[in-house]
């Protein structure tokens, strides 16, 4: 069984950081690529696969970020432990939210269009979220 475990999230005032980490388990195949994910408040209704893209990292270079948060955030990448980070400085009240790791699992699925990224990608699992909530 295919495992996302997310850490790090917490609370913070506004123009702190905080670094979130995920780790794969349970997958016999590295991950081509990972993101990371968020579902503001209010929006717990939908699927998490609905959330807001936030970053993506690939290992081919490919590293997109969505506008709202380019420049404060950074998505890395360890392919040999099966992780990924999230550095996140300067936080707003706006990025308040559910934020989950997502992974490809090695493996390519249904493609679909995330706005956010403005691009094509194939995330199969999913872990089960970290709250990140920034006061003002």
């Known amino acids: 069984e295919v495992r996302l475990v997310e850490s790090g999230g917490g609370s913070v005032q506004a123009g702190g950081s905080l670094r979130l980490s995920c780790t794969v388990s349970?997958?016999?195949?590295?991950?081509?690529?990972m993101g990371w994910f968020r579902q503001s408040p209010g929006n717990e209704h939908k699927g998490v696969a609905e959330?807001?893209?936030?970053?993506?990292?690939?290992?081919?270079?490919?590293?997109k970020y969505a506008a709202a948060v380019k420049g404060r955030f950074t998505i890395s990448q360890d392919n040999g432990a099966d992780s990924v980070s999230l550095q996140m400085n300067d936080l707003k009240p706006g990025d308040s939210a559910m934020y989950y790791c997502?992974?490809?699992?090695?493996?390519?699925?249904?493609?679909?269009?995330?706005?956010?990224?403005?691009?094509?990608?194939?995330?199969?699992?999913w872990g089960q979220g970290t709250q990140v909530t920034v006061s003002s």
């Open positions: 997502a992974t490809d699992g090695g493996t390519s699925g249904t493609y679909r269009y995330f706005p956010s990224l403005a691009g094509y990608f194939s995330f199969t699992y």
């Open positions: 959330g807001e893209g936030v970053a993506v990292i690939c290992t081919r270079d490919v590293v």
């Open positions: 349970g997958n016999t195949d590295r991950s081509n690529c």
